[in-house]
């Protein structure tokens, strides 16, 4: 319904911000972090929105950026996870790191964060994993086979492009930017956060 609010904010709280469209003051629940770096009140800001709708609540969520939207809203399709305890994970661990955790079936990293069990952690690995292998399987048919040959041959660049194609991403807007990045020397991670900085742009 919304796909994002811009406008002056009025208030920020410990787990919600308000801002002011129009006259309109419009309540988002955030992320600590998102809070945190959003920016002071009294200056225009913009967040990308959730529209949350359940028979006894309806709740706006809102994101800085759109990978941290699309991590929500991949914690939402997990069996067993409500907006609540997903905007609770989005406070304790980044975008990036989590896309890493799934694709490298890191468990212990995400048992770190709070209300991640061993078994909702194991569920969000096996779900997600599902879901990354059936948009890969669709992928296949447009590939290029140039490119997939030199990135088969590099397991780091091929975590990194399926954790960003858990993000949100397709296939060939990662090869366009990663045409662009010097690979050398870089971890899965580093690819990761510099595969973003540029498909934000």
Known sequence: MFAYIKGSLEEKSSNY??????GVGYQIFMSNISINEIGEVGKNVKV?????????????YGFLTKEELKMFELLLSVSGIGAKSAIAMLSNITPSSFAFA??????????????IGPKTAQRIVLE??????????????DD??????QYNNDETVSEAIAALQILGYNK????KVFENIDKADLSVEDLIKKGLSLLAR
Do not use: C, F, W
């Open 48 to 60: 990308h929105t959730y529209y949350y709708v359940r028979e006894d609540n309806i709740s706006l």
């Open 102 to 115: 799934v694709v490298s079936n890191d468990i212990a990293k995400l048992k770190k964060v709070p209300g």
């Open 172 to 175: 060939k807007e990662i090869d």
């Open 128 to 141: 997600l994993q599902d879901k990354l292998k059936a948009e890969q399987e669709i992928a296949k048919v």
């Open 17 to 22: 911000v308000v801002i002011d469209v129009g």
């Open 144 to 149: 290029d086979a140039q490119m997939n040959i």
